[in-house]
């Protein structure tokens, strides 16, 4: 038995949740899975009702469970930034779920790209510091002091800024930090991956050329790993990174990013597929509570009309199944997606006429019948 908490969240989340939850009752029936989930109301209605982002409490409930099923956060009625950083920025963190993994692959014809070669690439997203810090403030009227507190698993980090300006202006920033720990947990995760999936050689994201100090830390704790596990690294900046992969996808097997540019690449990697709602990702503590959720937020451009693609959220399923030891299962689900996706069964972000509920239907049903 697994106990799984489940957010539905905002916008589309709460839609394409519930084909992900299909998925799992239809397994339930035809394998010898158990879940207990949990339902959780965090989100933008109850921010609004009561002022609560994520609470002690709902925290005290997820780290009991084996994992999280998170569908998106993000309401135009709230201000932008609220709902991200105080719910899902919040847990990403306060579980110290380290590592984001965002794997994107062809499907047939669907592919954005006029270069038809398939491609299948394991995007892994350093995903607790980098500009993730919070770490940010204002001088107003180009001077004072702002002090900074930043709390992570790993540290607690203080930093006290003064500013004096030639002139009156107000100045914002916000701090990019890579701690040395942080780099290398998540350099030794790549590697480990690495070997495990059979890659033998990662591709490492950066902007080196112009944040030494940030990414020359980086490059450092990559090298350092790569040597030790005698895998192949390449360092492409993130710029020459956004071209390659329209340009040639299928040269890349694993890349990985720093968590801000992670972001950017992988909406990019989701659209190359075919559409932004077809990816998943799992957000991984090795040693703790992971949570999985499509990479796509609340769209509330298309909202609450059962048009939303469910397949990001879908293959999310899949990912918690793999991460909690059940591969056979995952690859069931990812065999109905594409079942699902050959037979033209496809919301019209794919062109396609089908609706959020008919897709679920659709693979949930090829679940029940192998
Ligand atoms: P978005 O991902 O919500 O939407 C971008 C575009 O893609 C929209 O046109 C949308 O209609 C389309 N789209 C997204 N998912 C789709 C799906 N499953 N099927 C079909 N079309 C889909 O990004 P945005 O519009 O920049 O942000 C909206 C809100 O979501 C903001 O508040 C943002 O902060 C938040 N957000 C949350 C998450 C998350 O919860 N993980 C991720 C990204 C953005
Ligand atoms: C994502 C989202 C989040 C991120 C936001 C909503 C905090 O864009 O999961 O890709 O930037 O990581
Ligand atoms: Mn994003």
Redesign the pocket.
């Known amino acids: 038995m697994f106990k799984v908490a489940v957010i539905p969240g905002d916008g589309i989340g709460p839609e394409v949740v519930s084909e992900g939850l299909k998925i799992l009752d239809a397994l339930e029936e035809t394998t010898s899975l158990r879940t207990r989930r949990t339902q959780l109301d965090v989100g933008s209605s109850r921010f609004l009702r009561s002022g609560e982002l994520l609470t002690e409490e709902d925290l005290s409930i997820l780290i009991k469970q084996d994992a999280i099923f998170f569908g ?3 309401d135009p009625r709230v201000p932008t930034g609220i709902l ?2 105080g719910i ?2 919040a847990i ?1 963190t306060r579980l110290d779920q380290f590592v ?1 993994l965002r794997p994107i692959r062809s499907w047939g014809d669907y592919s954005r790209l006029k270069n038809d070669k398939p491609f299948n690439i394991t995007f892994l ?1 350093e ?1 607790t510091e980098d500009f ?1 810090m919070g770490a940010g403030g204002i001088f107003e009227g180009g001077k004072g002091r702002v002090p900074l507190k930043i709390k992570r698993a790993l540290y607690d980090l203080e930093m006290d800024l003064n500013a004096l300006s030639s002139n009156q202006d107000d100045y914002a920033f916000e701090i990019g930090v890579l701690s040395r720990k942080g780099i290398e947990r998540f350099a030794d995760y790549v590697m480990s991956h690495a070997k495990r999936t059979g890659q033998e050689r990662v591709s490492v994201v950066d902007k080196a050329n112009v944040c030494t100090n940030l990414y020359g830390l980086w490059r450092d704790v990559f090298r350092d790993r790569a040597k030790r596990n005698s895998i192949d690294l390449e360092f492409v900046f993130v710029d020459s990174m956004a071209m390659a992969l329209i340009r040639n996808p299928e040269h890349f097997g694993m890349i990985a990013t720093p ?2 540019f ?2 950017i690449l ?2 990019l990697g989701a659209e190359i597929q075919g559409s932004l709602g077809l990816s998943a ?1 799992g957000n991984i503590n090795p040693f703790g509570v992971p949570m999985f ?1 499509p ?3 609340s769209a509330p451009d298309i909202a609450g009309r059962n048009r939303a693609n469910p397949i990001g959220a879908i293959l999310a399923v899949k990912l918690m199944l793999e991460h909690l030891g059940m591969p056979n299962l995952g690859n069931m689900i990812e065999d109905g997606v594409e079942h699902t996706i050959e037979k033209g069964i496809v919301t019209p972000d794919l062109g396609g006429t089908s609706t959020t509920f008919e897709v679920g239907d659709s693979v949930a049903e090829f679940l029940r019948s192998v």
């Open positions: 998106s956060i993000g991200e950083k899902l920025l990403r984001n997203r995903n993730y968590n801000m992670g972001d992988t909406d990702s959720e990479v796509h937020g």
